[in-house]
């Protein structure tokens, strides 16, 4: 393990890296955040510098950055907010644009913010990481990607989130967000299942 000081935003980019890797050694592509060839090779070359204990750990403690900072936003800014404009509530639709508006704030800059503090907390808690043999101006070039991709993204679904839970309160979005619910509460098992077997497989590969 090299002594090395890897840099918090380039510590950063090697998580996606790792998370994007496994994606595309998968076989799969994520909507919105594609990737040329060149590109997934860097992020491969990347992702080689992390341990898979390192990347789960990167995983549960920004699940826990991530929440505490939404509801933070919920319980600072969303409902003062929809407070402030109305008092009596009776309005459905100031809440809901408050609400998407607080999405777009955690989704599309609160995830890239707790991304950065959790590999601060790690990078001082733990041994460095190799930082692999892709330059600084390759991966700040990634790095910059990644941040417009989520960026993006958040602000697409902050959008998205008011028609969507008004279309959720009529006859037809209720049993599609049922049908939804119960796909997800049995598909996930077997996601997690497979994501972590390819977290474990290069530990096993010969080469």
């Excluded at 918090?8 to 998580?15: A, D, E, F, P």
């Excluded at 998968?26 to 060839?37: A, L, N, R, V």
């Excluded at 959790?118 to 600084?136: D, F, M, Q, R, W």
């Excluded at 989130?161 to 006859?171: D, K, M, S, Y």
């Amino acid at each position: 393990m090299s002594d090395t000081k890897v840099p918090s935003w380039r510590s950063v980019i090697q998580y996606w890296a790792y998370n994007m890797d496994l994606i595309h050694r998968g076989g799969m592509e994520w909507p919105g955040f594609g990737y040329t060839t060149d590109e997934k090779e860097l992020l491969a070359a990347l992702a080689a510098g992390l341990s898979g204990w390192k990347y789960f750990t990167f995983l549960v403690l920004n699940a826990v950055f991530f929440i505490s900072l939404a509801g933070f936003v919920v319980g600072v800014g969303v409902m003062p907010i929809a407070t402030l404009l109305d008092p009596s509530h009776q309005s459905g639709m100031v809440f809901l644009g408050c609400l998407a508006a607080g999405a777009v704030l955690c989704l599309g800059f609160g995830i890239p913010a707790t991304m950065g503090l959790t590999a601060v907390t790690l990078n001082a808690i733990t041994s460095p990481s190799e930082p692999g043999p892709v330059s600084n101006e390759q991966a700040a070039a990634l790095y910059q990607k990644m941040d417009r991709q989520i960026n993006r993204m958040g602000i697409m679904l902050g959008v998205l989130l008011v028609p969507l839970v008004i279309f959720g309160r009529t006859q037809i979005g209720t049993r599609f967000i049922a049908f939804a619910q119960h796909l997800i509460v049995s598909v996930m098992p077997f996601a997690l299942l497979l994501t972590t077997l390819r977290v474990m497989a290069p530990k096993f590969k010969g080469k």
